[in-house]
């Protein structure tokens, strides 16, 4: 008891521990990434019906991942002892937000862009995403405890490679002829963009297997 009769005020405790937390949050924003590209689905299934919701609800899960990122770097620069590599740390929790960002540029520019049609190979590419993030996020869940996750990785490289030849073929076909010089241009500029995001799933899939790889 202190000098002034009054019991001493215990410090907070975190009911997470630290090293825990890493990975609850590295999940989060898995889970993030699967969200954004299943509400991609549906903005292109449904196009332009309902666009202006399901931008928002896009822009909406695009901030809740800059807030999880920004947490995972908060963590990372308060915590001395961290589960992994610091730099492998950060570079993780780039990668996700690169998928986020990367889905809700593709969003922006349909919508910006003036489209009125959705190119088939397009929502083709946003389910190449779908699962991409699907298999990502099931290996983030192994991560705690570096268990083997070889297989979601393999399988991710190989959706990576599905949605490069359906990006190459979406752009040849607009090279092909018929297409007028405006939606040539936009829709190049999108099918690139939608590409970049399975790209970032494989990044995120190349720094995983860094982890794993240092860590056995």
Not at 19 to 40: G, W
Not at 158 to 167: C, K, P, Q, S, T
Request: hydrophobic fraction near 40%.
């Amino acid at each position: 008891m202190s000098p002034t009769g009054k019991q001493p005020r215990m410090a907070r405790l975190s009911l997470v521990p630290q090293k825990r937390e890493f990975f609850v949050l590295f999940n989060r924003a898995a889970a993030n990434t699967i969200e954004i590209s299943q509400r991609l689905i549906e903005l292109l299934d449904a196009f332009p019906e309902q666009a202006d919701d399901r931008m928002r609800d896009i822009k909406e899960l695009e901030h809740a991942g800059d807030r999880t990122t920004h947490d995972l770097i908060d963590l990372i620069n308060r915590t001395f002892v961290t589960p992994f590599d610091r730099d492998d740390l950060y570079r993780l929790a780039t990668v996700l937000d690169d998928i986020c960002d990367h889905v809700d540029d593709s969003a922006e520019m349909l919508v910006g862009y003036g489209v009125r049609e959705v190119r088939p190979q397009a929502l083709d590419q946003a389910k190449v995403i779908h699962r991409a993030a699907t298999k990502l996020s099931e290996a983030i869940g192994r991560l705690e405890g570096f268990k083997d996750s070889k297989r979601q990785l393999i399988e991710l490289r190989e959706l990576e490679d599905e949605g490069d030849d359906i990006a190459r073929a979406a752009i040849s076909d607009l090279f092909s002829g018929g297409t007028d010089a405006i939606d040539l241009v936009r829709w190049k500029d999108i099918h690139e963009q939608l590409e970049d995001a399975v790209d970032a799933c494989e990044n995120a899939a190349d720094v995983l297997e860094a982890i794993l790889v240092k860590n056995r």
